[in-house]
């Protein structure tokens, strides 16, 4: 071999080896809108970072949870970054199965919302760092509401709310109001226990034992039956976000309680037909001003054991920070940043001219508290959740319940019967008590 072929092989030797030298990092993310946006923006990570490769695995929301769940906990080591709820955040990271989340002072960690940093923090450890966040808000036609006379108040009650659906409901034109009835833990459940919550109710006392059978839940969900029967749209039990979300940009919703993340597409007048009659309020309460509205995050986290941490580490920083929260607001503008997550996204003159839903959201997310949500003193964390392993059977088999007495299948009474006998299979079968 001659000196020039031998320089040529060894620079190509040299080449392929820096080729190979750059870490893979796996993420595992859902498939909505602000996380296939970060996939998009993601290549500014990598420009800045050409010793970090990234490769999307993305999915729907069950599959998601069900491979990360899994591969969590097998010790799979397929992912070294995984997108989590604020469901999962405090169970796997009280588990040990989170990599503790280290950041700098350019991070501003004190930025991140109390109430959201509150949800993802265990021991005083964050274990998954907020991408965007959500409450619940009350978003009704105004319109509607200011020719039933009516002025709703910034924090109504749900008395109020029932008397003005009965004043503007004028099927099949406009339903009175609209409100979540497909089961799941995560679905109807998700506003059901929030009712139950500002009813006075809980889903355990300190003991773990289940109290579906009490007085607020069948306040609550006597009083969720009755309103969505005489108000509501037909069929509502099989009613999920997506479905009043098409129903409420056609004009057909004269009001709806649901997630915050709402109000940006209520309120865009290319997806909704009464865009500028919209208006924004506090989730109605009743007995109790607490866990009246939802608190709920999605966020990235890194698997303990991880062999990739610094790398995975320094994504997560990027992904979730404020200058990432810029570069959105540059790209696609103010109104669709990832919001719920920092307090200076907030402050920002251009995202409140933007979002005119922005001072309601905020003080939603900021009213929630995780750790206090329910008037009776309860065992566990998460407002329109539990916190522990076992919710999410409970809550699936539940909302089943719920949704069978809304469509008229059951009474009230038996299918609180069957979800308390449910629950409290599931609990002695954990061990929460005999």
Same mark, same amino acid.
């Given at each position: 071999?001659?000196?020039?072929?031998?320089?040529?092989?060894?620079?190509?030797?040299?080449?392929?080896?820096?080729?190979?030298?750059?870490?893979?990092?796996?993420?595992?993310?859902?498939?909505?809108?602000?996380?296939?946006?970060?996939?998009?923006?993601?290549?500014?990570?990598?420009?800045?970072?050409?010793?970090?490769?990234?490769?999307?695995?993305?999915?729907?929301?069950?599959?998601?949870?069900?491979?990360?769940?899994?591969?969590? /906990?097998?010790?799979?080591?397929?992912?070294?970054?995984?997108?989590?709820?604020?469901?999962?955040?405090?169970?796997?990271?009280?588990?040990?199965?989170?990599?503790?989340?280290?950041?700098?002072?350019?991070?501003?960690?004190?930025?991140?919302?109390?109430?959201?940093?509150?949800?993802?923090?265990?021991?005083?450890?964050?274990?998954?760092?907020?991408?965007?966040?959500?409450?619940?808000?009350?978003?009704?036609?105004?319109?509607?509401?200011?020719?039933?006379?009516?002025?709703?108040?910034?924090?109504?009650?749900?008395?109020?709310?029932?008397?003005?659906?009965?004043?503007?409901?004028?099927?099949?034109?406009?339903?009175?109001?609209?409100?979540?009835?497909?089961?799941?833990?995560?679905?109807?459940?998700?506003?059901?226990?929030?009712?139950?919550?500002?009813?006075?109710?809980?889903?355990?006392?300190?003991?773990?034992?289940?109290?579906?059978?009490?007085?607020?839940?069948?306040?609550?969900?006597?009083?969720?039956?009755?309103?969505?029967?005489?108000?509501?749209?037909?069929?509502?039990?099989?009613?999920?976000?997506?479905?009043?979300?098409?129903?409420?940009?056609?004009?057909?919703?004269?009001?709806?309680?649901?997630? +915050?993340?709402?109000?940006?597409?209520?309120?865009?007048?290319?997806?909704?037909?009464?865009?500028?009659?919209?208006?924004?309020?506090?989730?109605? +309460?009743?007995?109790?001003?607490?866990?009246?509205?939802?608190?709920?995050?999605?966020?990235?986290?890194?698997? /303990?054991?991880?062999?990739?941490?610094? /790398?995975?580490?320094?994504?997560?920083?990027?992904?979730?920070?404020?200058?990432?929260?810029?570069?959105?607001?540059?790209?696609?503008?103010?109104?669709?940043?990832?919001?719920? +997550?920092?307090?200076?996204?907030?402050?920002?003159?251009?995202?409140?001219?933007?979002?005119?839903?922005?001072? /309601?959201?905020?003080?939603?997310?900021?009213?929630?508290?995780?750790?206090?949500?329910?008037?009776?003193?309860?065992?566990?964390?998460?407002?329109?959740?539990?916190?522990?392993?076992?919710?999410?059977?409970?809550?699936?088999?539940?909302?089943?319940?719920?949704?069978?007495?809304?469509?008229?299948? +059951?009474?009230?009474?038996?299918?609180?019967?069957?979800?308390?006998?449910?629950?409290?299979?599931?609990?002695?079968?954990?061990?929460?008590?005999?």
């Amino acid at each position: 071999m001659n000196f020039r072929l031998a320089t040529v092989c060894a620079a190509g030797l040299l080449a392929a080896a820096g080729a190979h030298a750059a870490t893979e990092l796996v993420i595992a993310t859902v498939n909505n809108g602000h996380m296939i946006e970060m996939q998009k923006l993601s290549k500014n990570f990598e420009a800045a970072n050409p010793d970090i490769k990234l490769k999307w695995v993305t999915l729907e929301e069950g599959v998601l949870r069900q491979r990360v769940t899994t591969d969590i /906990a097998t010790k799979g080591g397929q992912f070294d970054i995984m997108t989590i709820g604020m469901y999962e955040a405090p169970i796997w990271g009280k588990k040990g199965w989170l990599t503790e989340l280290k950041t700098d002072a350019a991070y501003d960690v004190n930025d991140l919302l109390p109430a959201v940093r509150g949800g993802l923090t265990v021991d005083g450890k964050l274990f998954a760092a907020p991408f965007y966040g959500e409450s619940s808000m009350l978003m009704y036609r105004k319109d509607l509401a200011d020719k039933a006379g009516i002025k709703v108040a910034d924090n109504p009650t749900w008395p109020q709310i029932a008397d003005l659906a009965k004043k503007i409901h004028n099927p099949p034109n406009t339903y009175g109001i609209c409100l979540r009835g497909k089961p799941g833990w995560g679905d109807n459940m998700a506003f059901l226990s929030t009712l139950v919550n500002t009813h006075g109710g809980q889903w355990f006392d300190m003991s773990w034992k289940p109290q579906l059978e009490s007085k607020p839940w069948k306040d609550a969900i006597g009083f969720y039956v009755d309103l969505l029967k005489n108000y509501g749209p037909p069929g509502s039990s099989n009613n999920s976000f997506n479905e009043i979300l098409a129903l409420t940009n056609s004009g057909k919703c004269g009001m709806w309680i649901d997630a +915050t993340i709402a109000a940006s597409f209520v309120s865009d007048p290319k997806q909704s037909k009464v865009a500028d009659q919209m208006a924004f309020a506090q989730a109605p +309460t009743a007995v109790t001003p607490k866990g009246a509205n939802w608190l709920w995050s999605w966020n990235l986290a890194i698997p /303990a054991g991880s062999k990739k941490v610094d /790398a995975a580490q320094k994504f997560v920083t990027w992904a979730t920070s404020k200058e990432y929260i810029q570069l959105v607001a540059k790209t696609n503008g103010w109104a669709n940043v990832p919001t719920g +997550t920092r307090k200076s996204t907030y402050a920002s003159p251009e995202f409140q001219k933007a979002a005119r839903f922005a001072a /309601a959201e905020l003080k939603a997310i900021e009213s929630a508290n995780p750790t206090d949500s329910t008037l009776p003193k309860s065992p566990y964390v998460g407002v329109q959740f539990a916190a522990i392993p076992e919710f999410q059977s409970i809550g699936i088999a539940v909302g089943q319940q719920m949704s069978a007495a809304l469509a008229g299948k +059951t009474s009230i009474d038996d299918a609180l019967k069957a979800s308390q006998v449910a629950a409290d299979r599931e609990m002695k079968k954990a061990g929460y008590y005999k």
